[in-house]
Nanobody
Framework: QVRLVESGGGLVQPGGSLRLSCTASGSSFSRYAMGWYRQAPGKQRESVAVISSGGNTNYVDSVKGRFAISRDNVKNTVYLQMNSLKREDTAVYYC???????WGQGTQVTVSS
């Protein structure tokens, strides 16, 4: 059983930055690709960023150049650095261990002035 715990969400003004963290329990973290997803009110959950076990990354077009995903396999943690935030980035952000059924509980990000 794996538990994923997100943190770092909050309220930020447009143009601001936040860093989300997701820490996994257990010893299998380094073997899995990890992803950040988000779900805005009334919309479907979408993939935002993915990082492979080897560190390769991929992003949805709407966040390219603004968001950066990274991982620390010693700390069993994946990060999402979010810069130049826009109102349309407002959503609940979730992390997921790809290839598994494990999701975090979500953390709210609100971009508003």
């Amino acid at each position: 059983q794996v538990r994923l715990v997100e943190s770092g969400g909050g309220l930020v003004q447009p143009g601001g930055s936040l860093r989300l963290s997701c820490t996994a329990s257990g010893s299998s973290f380094s073997r899995y690709a990890m992803g950040w997803y988000r779900q805005a009110p009334g919309k479907q959950r979408e993939s935002v960023a993915v990082i492979s076990s080897g560190g390769n990354t991929n992003y949805v077009d709407s966040v390219k150049g603004r968001f950066a995903i990274s991982r620390d396999n010693v700390k069993n943690t994946v990060y999402l650095q979010m810069n130049s935030l826009k109102r349309e980035d407002t959503a609940v952000y979730y992390c997921k261990m790809l290839g598994s059924t494990y999701w975090g509980q979500g953390t709210q990000v609100t971009v508003s002035s």
